[in-house]
């Protein structure tokens, strides 16, 4: 089955800061890659995804790049702020969602 | 917009009880994932669900079982709880079979004690 690796598991960053989370996955067959953010007790919300069909995704301060042939993701966030402190998951899929372990993002003001 | 409305949002179950989770998916979606997730791990792909028919299965204990009815709503039974099944339970909703579309519900917290 479909195994996503994220790194890294925790992340400090000063507010205004990039922030950079990468993923990797296994099944070559994965053709859509999501990010979700997650504040505790909450549902996980999707913040950008992309396609197996698009190399780059941009949306105001977040963006997502997918290298299909090094089966690797990354989720970029720029000009950081304190909301953004929260566990951010990485998923493959084909169907169901394979998550990767999270990482723990804290933005200090 | 119509979401995913999960039901009961909290549950505290006894050990080697039983526990039914509901799952109402947005109008016009046909396929429901189910999801667990554990005290600060990734959520789990439990089993999936598309046109009534189960789709996909994932790491679901045999003491589970899931079903989706007539009207796309899907109900997830655990039968002879453990202390281990205490975590929050996501349902998920998209329009079709693939992850396009994906909305989470705002889960089920099941605490078994």
């Known amino acids: 089955g479909e195994n996503v690796e994220q790194h890294p598991s925790t992340l400090s960053v000063q507010e205004g800061d990039s922030a950079v989370i990468k993923c990797t996955y296994s099944?070559?067959?994965?053709?859509?890659f999501p990010w979700y953010k997650q504040e505790l007790g909450k549902r996980p919300q999707l913040i950008i995804d992309i396609r197996s069909n698009v190399g780059e995704k941009k949306d105001q301060r977040i963006a997502v790049t997918l290298n299909k042939t090094a089966k690797h993701f990354s989720l970029h966030i720029t000009e950081t702020q304190p909301e953004d402190s929260a566990v951010y998951f990485c998923a493959a899929s084909t169907y169901a969602l394979n998550f990767g372990k999270g990482t723990s993002l804290l933005v200090t003001p | 917009a119509a979401g995913v409305i999960q039901s009961p949002r909290h549950l505290i179950k006894e050990k080697r009880e039983t526990a039914t989770l509901k799952c109402y998916p947005i109008p016009r979606h046909d396929t429901v994932y189910w999801y667990q997730q554990g005290p600060g791990q990734d959520p789990q792909f439990l089993i999936s669900?598309?046109?009534?028919?189960?789709?996909d299965k994932g790491s679901i204990p045999d003491r589970f079982s899931a079903q989706q009815f007539s009207d796309y709503h899907s109900e997830l039974n655990m039968s002879s709880l453990e202390l281990g099944d205490s975590a929050l339970y996501f349902c998920?909703?998209?329009?079709?079979?693939?992850?396009?579309?994906?909305?989470f519900g705002s889960g089920t917290r099941l605490t078994v004690v």
């Open positions: 099944d070559s067959a994965s053709n859509y």
């Open positions: 669900f598309y046109e009534k028919m189960q789709s």
């Open positions: 998920a909703s998209s329009p079709g079979r693939g992850s396009y579309g994906y909305t």
